[in-house]
C-alpha cells in the first residue's frame, strides 16, 4: 500500500509537467504563427508599394516609348512632342562605366585588406567609419564636393560627373565586398595553406573565386544606385541637349538629370518623355541586375 500510495503522487506530477509542456508549447506555436502573419503582411505591403511603382512607370511610360526615342535627342523646347533620351542614355553610360572601372578594383582591394590584413586595426577602423559615414551621407554634398574641388577649376563634364560617382559607388562596394569575404568558410583557406599556397595565393584563387558572386551583387548594387543619381551630377555635368562623348570641359547630359528637368517642366510632351526615361532606366538597371545575376549563378558551377 505504501508503494501505491507513493506512485500517485508522481503519476500526478508527470501528468501536470506533460500538461504544462503542451500549453508552453501551444503558446510557442501561436506566437510563432502570429509573427509570421506580421512578417507576411509586411513583406506583402512591401512588394505591393514597390509592384504597384513600377506599373505606374510602365503604364505612364509605355506611351511614349518608340525607336524615336531610344535613338534621338530631345527637341530644344520642351513644348514640342517626339524626341528621346538618346544623349542622356550615352553620357550616363560613360560615366556608370568609368566609375565602375575606377570603384570596382579599390572597392575590392580595400575590402580584401579589412577582410584579410586590416583585422581591427586602426586604420581599418577608419576605413570601415568613413565607409558607413559615406554611405549615409546625400549625394548633394558629394556633388557639391565634386564641384569645389574640381568643377571650378576644370569645368563642367563626364569626367566630373564619374569622379561624383566614384564618391557614390566605393563605400557600398568597400562594405558590401567585405561582408562577402567574411562568409568564405575558414576550412577553404586551412585546406590552400596546408596545400602550400601562401596568403595572397589564397585569396586570389580560393577566397575571391568564392565570394565573387557576392561582390558582383555588391558592385550592381553600387551601380543601380549610381544610375539613379540627380543632385550630384546638377552640379557637376550641368546637362546637355546635344549628344556629347567628350570626357572634360563640356556639359553632357544624363537620364537622372533630364528626367529630373522634364518632369519638373509644365509642358505635357516634356512630362512624357520624363516618364518614359524613367521607364528606360529601370529597365536599365533591371538588365544588368539580371546579367549579373545569370553570372553569380553560373560561376557557382
Known sequence: MNGIDAAIPVAGESTLNRWTDERVASGRRWRNRLM???????????????????????????????????????????RLEGGGFVNGLIGTAIMLVFA??????????????????????TLAKLIRFFSDV??????????????????????FGASMGAIALTIIMLPIIIRSS?????LVPRDLKD???????????????????????????????????????????????LGAQAIVTKLWDEAIAAL???????????????????????????????????LARLLASRSRI
Open 36 to 78: 509570421a502573419g506580421f512578417m507576411g503582411a509586411a513583406l506583402a505591403v512591401s512588394v505591393s508599394v514597390v509592384g504597384l511603382i513600377l506599373l505606374y512607370v510602365v503604364k505612364a511610360g509605355l506611351g511614349a516609348m518608340s525607336w524615336e526615342f531610344l535613338t534621338q535627342p530631345p527637341p530644344y523646347s520642351y
Open 100 to 121: 565602375t572601372v575606377v570603384s570596382a578594383p579599390m572597392g575590392v582591394m580595400a575590402a580584401v585588406y579589412l577582410a584579410e590584413y586590416g583585422g581591427k586595426g
Open 134 to 155: 559615406m554611405t549615409g551621407v546625400p549625394s548633394v554634398f558629394v556633388g557639391l564636393f565634386v564641384y569645389t574641388a574640381l568643377v571650378t577649376s576644370f569645368g
Open 178 to 182: 567585405e561582408e562577402m569575404l567574411r
Open 191 to 237: 585546406a590552400s595553406h596546408a596545400l602550400g599556397a601562401s596568403k595572397s595565393q589564397t585569396i586570389v584563387r580560393v577566397v575571391l573565386p568564392s565570394a565573387a558572386p557576392g561582390i558582383s551583387t555588391g558592385v550592381m548594387l553600387a551601380v543601380a544606385r549610381a544610375a539613379g543619381e540627380t543632385a550630384p551630377l546638377i552640379l557637376t555635368i
Open 256 to 290: 537622372p538629370l533630364q528626367i529630373f528637368d522634364g518632369a519638373r517642366n509644365p509642358f505635357a510632351a516634356g512630362v512624357e518623355r520624363a516618364w518614359a526615361g524613367a521607364l528606360e532606366l529601370v529597365v536599365i538597371v533591371l538588365a544588368f541586375t539580371l
